[in-house]
T-cell receptor, first 114, second 109 residues
Framework: DAGVTQSPTHLIKTRGQQVTLRCSPKSGHDTVSWYQQALGQGPQFIFQYYEEEERQRGNFPDRFSGHQFPNYSSELNVNALLLGDSALYLC?????????????FGNGTRLTVT | DAKTTQPPSMDCAEGRAANLPCNHSTISGNEYVYWYRQIHSQGPQYIIHGLKNNETNEMASLIITEDRKSSTLILPHATLRDTAVYYCIVWAAVNKLTFGGGTRVLVKP
């Protein structure tokens, strides 16, 4: 049973470019969340998708957008990259069941903006 | 979601129990206590969670005080592979975790 898979594992972009990160949730999960983790800090919630719609959003600018597909996989898009967007981007999935359903995380995409 | 307070770091001897404290004095009645850990270069890994009662699974035990204002994660026999950052999170909102700084645990031989 595959867990949460993310691609690519590493990515280098230049300031001002756009990037798309991909996530496949754990089998049986229909909700996907994205987190940003800067070096030395805990992960910060970006947004959550369920039924192909953004359901919750953290304190991130509109440059961060996402999409969920009918097969529950998801993409995170970041436009006009800034140096400060360099981070580990984590995808997490869960069945929509509330607080008693632990999130399962992928190993992330390491984005470096130069 | 309520905030948590954890010591920034702690060392533990291999083979001994590791007791990781967490304060969550503003926890509300419907908030669970969750523990995750993050080994270097990996995503956070779920360990255990609880509401009121103590919980145990194959990885760890969770002891929650009667007033629910604090909890302790116990790794019964720490190994070198348990070296990681451990996050204590109180959680009520569906699918949105708020991570603090966590405790950096170093297991020493």
């Amino acid at each position: 049973d595959a867990g949460v898979t993310q691609s690519p594992t590493h990515l280098i972009k230049t300031r001002g470019q756009q990037v798309t990160l991909r996530c496949s949730p754990k089998s049986g999960h229909d909700t996907v969340s994205w987190y940003q983790q800067a070096l030395g800090q805990g992960p910060q919630f970006i947004f959550q998708y369920y039924e192909e719609e953004e359901r919750q959003r953290g304190n991130f600018p509109d440059r961060f957008s996402g999409h969920q597909f009918p097969n529950y996989s998801s993409e995170l898009n970041v436009n006009a990259l800034l140096l400060g967007d360099s981070a580990l981007y984590l995808c997490a999935s869960s069945p929509l069941g509330g607080r008693n359903s632990p999130l399962h995380f992928g190993n992330g995409t390491r984005l470096t903006v130069t | 979601d309520a905030k948590t307070t954890q010591p920034p770091s702690m060392d533990c001897a291999e083979g001994r129990a590791a007791n990781l404290p967490c304060n969550h004095s503003t926890i509300s009645g419907n908030e669970y206590v969750y523990w995750y850990r993050q080994i270097h270069s990996q995503g956070p890994q779920y360990i255990i969670h609880g509401l009121k009662n103590n919980e145990t699974n194959e990885m760890a035990s969770l002891i929650i005080t009667e007033d629910r204002k604090s909890s302790t994660l116990i790794l019964p026999h720490a190994t070198l592979r348990d070296t990681a950052v451990y996050y204590c999170i109180v959680w009520a909102a569906v699918n949105k975790l708020t991570f603090g700084g966590g405790t950096r645990v170093l297991v020493k031989p």
